[in-house]
């Protein structure tokens, strides 16, 4: 390898000790990086990426320890002196985190922040640290650089808070941007701009990135070299163009089969003739939704006059960015929200205004699975409870009887039946969405609500998630509201597509309709915004959208 | 060879596992009530105290003896605390009577004696006497823990569970009892419990010692009904009560009891207060505390009448207190083992053999 890469790091391992015996989390790690590249690592959780961006500078818990060579400018990182480590954190070496809102400290402003960390590396006076500051805010296209200075990190939006963060890496011109999972938390809107953002700073300050994140999309826009990872092995390696246009080992080519691409699946028809449309499961007309004002807080109005009407047997996906009402149509279509005005009416029953007894057996048609395969089981409840609870407490069954659906659950869903004595702990993200179906099918519902189910899963899981309930779809023929902010996970599933933006429906119609012909300008930015898993077109969408831009 | 080694490690362990193996495999295949299980005994000096503390009380109940109604079972000791037997002074230092005849110094020979604790004032064995006080402490001790426990857990479901209106009333109620403070309060009624026995200042004490634990309940309630599974019983047809009882009170269950024998930790103390100020327990009654209080002005001469109730306050109170903290950190999930001079030690003897 050459001698003026900015990274150098040769048989890299990290092993954790756990209980008693080390368990490698990387293994033999070699890579390259000069400045002004983009190298992305990816892989599923789990396959040791964060790990290697923590351990370059020796960032990991006391558990772990490290082996090989870590050199950055030629300087070696690994097992060097404290106040060697301290001089190129932040100076050579500069992090941009996940989750903006944790990474920054609420208690001081973000000016106060980037001034820190260039005074701790720079011998500089308070005023002139503030006129960088300002430099490097109005560099990051922070509206109003002059007051956001003084803004504190919960005053600014998500998008706002990862380039004061990106402001704060960049406060030294450090040769080497570690970039982990940088736009996992934001909306695709917003990650296209950062992802501009950070293209655009790479080549005026001439930096190498380290990216790492498991979106494959987010690779093909950024990436020069790919470095994919499995269980801390490094499985491939090479350019941009190799690993997406020929894709050398399995799992790679596991891993691209498994992204979802938007515009890539067949047409649909409609389970249903559009002139002879059955009565709809599911029917919202002039829905306003509201939260109560809470002390000073004024009242939220989340939906406004939002219309829906669902049909027998087909998926209707719900996107939107996140605050944009998805979520809240959701949980006031199981009536698990009060409704402010308009109806809900589900097989015809209204649910607004409707008091428990009768609110429980409109629930008799309904299932619900969960976002958060973390939080929507009960930690104490082994699954086979769970599941089983909707039909022990419809007074549908008991004991054997019981103990029999339940097995006929977990067969339908894939999971081994030996799993009904589980905890959920015990059980991996996609195991336990996969539980979250079961409970959710266990009362044969005319209507399944499913928010969000996927976003926390990683992609191959994902796609085997979104083949099963595709197929318990085709099988049970329950119609469900799918919410999404995933396009291409919609594209897969759905028949038709409905778009929120701020509690408004703007736009609803056939999937292909809504996804090749939009008419509403915010659904067009929202499409355009996707990146796609594929460099070469995802470079011509860019700069389409830049051009609409402009 | 170790290389190859690893790697098959890494692919064979950790595929099976899944995402975020490594995090999981301390629990994997393991209840709840395993995992607390396990983390707790591997807190040595909880364990070691609820080793201390259970061998305490068995030795303490059964020292004297026990009074069931009309079934009598003899005590072990030879003394009783009405005995009173001729004061001993010979060998004693400093012209005092009733030293303590223990001797625990190996050259001299190890011995019990016939008055190990010594002798109060007329004469009275105090191993006997201390013993009798033990047990009454260790009785409020339990008493208070039960009731704070109970009214705690259930004022502070309910507050949690229903929220606003129900919520704010109680908290007020857990306010006003919280400003009350309890040695005043505790003295005026203490003076009248006296005459009807240490039961019912234990039942009293606990009465105005459950605010914190309520407190916390409500805290735990309120973050437990936000989550997701309470929403799932909600659509499944659950009712409030199944709701709290199945599934939101059996999540907070770790931080209950946790917080119930920090309570009892401070319960004997209390006691304790109390009945040296003479508010407790009242003679002829007897507990750890009014033995020091009665006791009080022969500390300079005599001062194992002081000591010997002292040692078993302290010893009872640092092992609940103990436990407490082994269960705290059993029942928390972010508490992690911590890596000891001795895992680094047989780490590096492991990859030496790998090699």
């Not at chain 1, 944790?102 to 006129?131: C, W």
């Not at chain 2, 119930?260 to 327990?281: H, P």
């Not at chain 2, 040692?311 to 269960?327: E, Q, R, T």
């Amino acid at each position: 390898m050459s001698k003026d890469n900015v990274l150098e790091i040769s048989d890299f391992n990290v092993d954790f000790w756990v209980d008693g015996v080390w368990y490698p989390a990387v293994i033999d790690m070699n890579l390259g990086l000069a400045a002004g590249k983009v190298t992305a690592i990816v892989g599923e959780s789990g396959s040791g990426k964060s790990t290697t961006a923590l351990g370059l500078m020796s960032l990991l818990a006391s558990n772990a320890r490290m082996d090989g060579s870590v050199k950055v400018k030629g300087e070696e990182m690994l097992n060097a002196k404290t106040s060697v480590l301290r001089s190129f954190r932040g100076r050579e070496v500069a992090y941009i985190f996940q989750e903006p809102m944790t990474a920054l400290n609420p208690l001081y402003t973000i000016g106060f922040q980037i001034v820190e960390t260039l005074r701790s590396h720079f011998d500089m006076g308070p005023k002139e640290a503030h006129t960088r500051a300002l430099e490097l805010i109005t560099m990051v296209d922070i509206p109003n650089p002059e007051q956001s200075i003084f803004k504190y990190p919960h005053q600014l939006s998500g998008g706002q808070r990862q380039r004061a963060m990106i402001a704060q890496a960049l406060a030294c011109d450090p040769a080497l941007l570690v970039a982990d999972e940088p736009t996992t938390a934001l909306d695709v809107t917003v990650q296209a701009e950062i992802l501009d953002l950070m293209r655009g700073l790479k080549d005026k300050l001439n930096s190498a990135i380290l990216l790492i994140t498991h979106d494959m999309g987010v690779v093909a826009d950024m990436a020069d070299d790919i470095l994919v990872m499995k269980d801390g092995i490094t499985v491939e390696h090479g350019t941009a163009d190799q690993i997406f246009n020929n894709p050398k080992h399995p799992y790679t080519q596991q891993l691209l089969g498994a992204v979802p691409k938007l515009g890539s699946t067949k047409k649909r028809a409609l389970p249903y003739s559009e002139s002879a449309k059955p009565a709809p499961v599911l029917k919202l007309t002039d829905v306003t939704i509201e939260y109560p004002k809470r002390g000073r807080q004024p009242a939220f109005t989340a939906v406004k006059n939002f219309n829906l009407e669902i049909y027998p047997g087909e998926i209707v996906g719900l996107v939107g960015e996140s605050g944009s009402g998805k979520t809240t149509v959701g949980r006031a279509s199981i009536g698990l929200l009060p409704v402010k005005g308009g109806s809900i009416e589900i097989v015809g029953k209204e649910i607004a205004g409707a008091d428990s007894k009768q609110l429980s057996s409109i629930r008799r048609h309904t299932g619900i699975v969960f976002q958060d395969p973390a939080s929507s089981l009960n930690p104490r409840l082994p699954i086979g409870e769970s599941i089983g609870e909707p039909l022990y407490l419809a007074g549908l069954a008991k004991g054997a009887d019981l103990a029999r659906k339940v097995e006929e659950l977990l067969d339908q869903v894939e999971l081994p039946r030996s799993y009904r004595n589980r905890y959920p702990h015990e059980l991996s993200g996609g195991q336990r969405q996969r539980v979250g179906i079961a409970r959710a099918l266990a009362l044969t519902p005319d209507l399944l609500i499913a928010d969000e189910p996927t976003s926390a899963l990683d992609v191959s899981v994902q796609a085997r998630f979104l083949e099963l309930l595709q197929e318990l779809q085709g099988k049970l023929n329950f119609a469900c509201l799918f919410i999404s902010h995933d396009l291409a996970v919609v594209d897969i599933l759905s028949h038709r597509i409905a778009v929120m933006q701020n509690g408004l429906l703007v736009e609803e119609g056939d999937r292909d309709q809504i996804l090749k012909n939009p008419k509403n300008d915010y659904t067009k930015r929202l499409i355009s915004a996707v990146p796609v898993p594929d460099p070469k077109e995802q470079k011509i969408r860019r700069e389409a959208r830049l051009a609409t831009k402009k | 060879m170790n290389l190859f080694k690893r790697k098959e490690k890494a692919t064979g362990e950790i595929l099976a596992g899944g995402e975020s193996a490594i995090a999981n495999k301390e629990v994997e295949g393991l209840s709840q009530g395993q995992i607390v299980r396990r983390r707790f005994f591997r807190h040595r000096a909880a364990v070691g105290a609820l080793v201390v503390l259970t061998s305490l009380i068995i030795f303490v109940m059964t020292a004297l003896e026990t009074k069931i109604g009309p079934i009598r079972i003899p005590g072990w000791w030879k003394w009783t605390t009405e005995d009173i037997p001729a004061l001993r002074f010979e060998d004693c230092p400093g012209g005092t009577t009733g030293c303590p005849t223990l001797s625990l110094n190996p050259a001299g020979g190890f011995g019990l004696g016939t008055h190990p604790f010594g002798q109060d004032d007329i004469g009275r064995d105090y191993f006997a006497l201390t013993m009798n006080g033990a047990r009454r402490s260790l009785m409020i001790m339990f008493v208070i823990g039960a009731v704070a426990g109970f009214i705690g857990v259930v004022v502070g479901s309910i507050a949690g569970f229903y929220g606003k209106m129900v919520d704010a009333v109680l908290m007020r109620l857990v306010d006003f009892i919280q400003t009350v403070p309890t040695i005043i309060i505790a003295a005026v009624i203490g003076k009248a419990a006296g005459k009807v026995g240490p039961l019912y200042l234990a039942l009293f004490l606990g009465i105005l010692g459950w605010t914190g634990l309520a407190r916390l309940v409500r805290a735990q309630f309120l973050s437990l009904r936000e989550m997701e599974f309470v929403d799932a019983a909600r659509v499944a047809g659950a009712s409030n009560i199944r709701i709290a009882f199945k599934h939101i009170l059996p999540n907070a269950v770790g931080q209950i009891i946790v917080s119930i024998t920090l309570i009892m930790a401070g319960a004997i103390l209390t006691e304790t207060a109390l009945s040296y100020l003479g508010f407790g327990v009242v003679a002829p009654d007897v507990s750890l505390g009014l033995l020091i209080s009665q006791y009080e002005s022969s500390f300079t001469t005599r001062p194992w009448l002081f000591w010997w109730p002292g040692l078993f306050i302290i010893s009872i109170a640092l092992c609940v207190n103990f436990i407490g903290d082994g269960l705290r950190d059993a029942f928390d999930p972010r508490q992690r083992r911590r890596i000891t001079k001795k895992d680094r030690l047989q780490a590096k003897l492991q990859s030496k053999v790998g090699a």
